[in-house]
């Protein structure tokens, strides 16, 4: 009878202490983003973040960063753009080393440099008269740089 009392207190204090942690949480809200936030388009191809905490999201109109509370849009031939070639992106990567985010498109490889704000492009290699089809959908740090 002894034993059986000093257990109940035991289990009710064990049981109290797992219900701690979840009155403890921090409230989640998400904030969903689409065209009426000023998305440049509906369906997001690729997303990453940067070292800066931005949060960039590729579409086929447009490379898109979101800060948390805006949204600012590279697309080609926008004075905005700084240099982007296509505005359908297919894959992004960002690259913790050198703070670069690498943006894989239907018809180039592009990178974007945080720290000027500008983009440098690579272009698949032509044969001939005709372009290469190819398409970059990802970019990957090597393991052993």
């Known amino acids: 009878m002894y034993l059986l009392l000093l257990k109940q207190p035991i289990v009710q204090f064990l049981f109290s202490c797992s219900l701690i942690p979840a009155w403890s949480q921090p409230k989640l809200s998400f904030r969903h983003i689409n065209k009426r936030n000023g998305l440049s388009q509906g369906s997001v191809f690729a997303i990453t973040q940067d070292a800066d905490g931005f949060i960039w999201l590729g579409t086929r ?15 080609k031939g926008e004075p905005s753009s700084n240099g982007l070639v296509t505005s359908d992106i297919r894959g992004l990567y960002h690259d913790p080393l ?14 974007y440099h945080p720290q000027t704000d500008k983009f440098d492009t690579y272009a698949f290699p032509t044969t001939g008269s005709a372009s290469a089809s190819a398409e970059v959908r990802c970019v990957m740090r090597d393991s052993q740089q």
């Open 61 to 75: 109109d447009g490379l898109n960063r979101y800060d948390g509370y805006h949204l600012k849009i590279y697309r």
């Open 98 to 111: 050198t703070k670069d985010i690498w943006i894989c498109t239907s018809d180039e490889l592009s990178v």
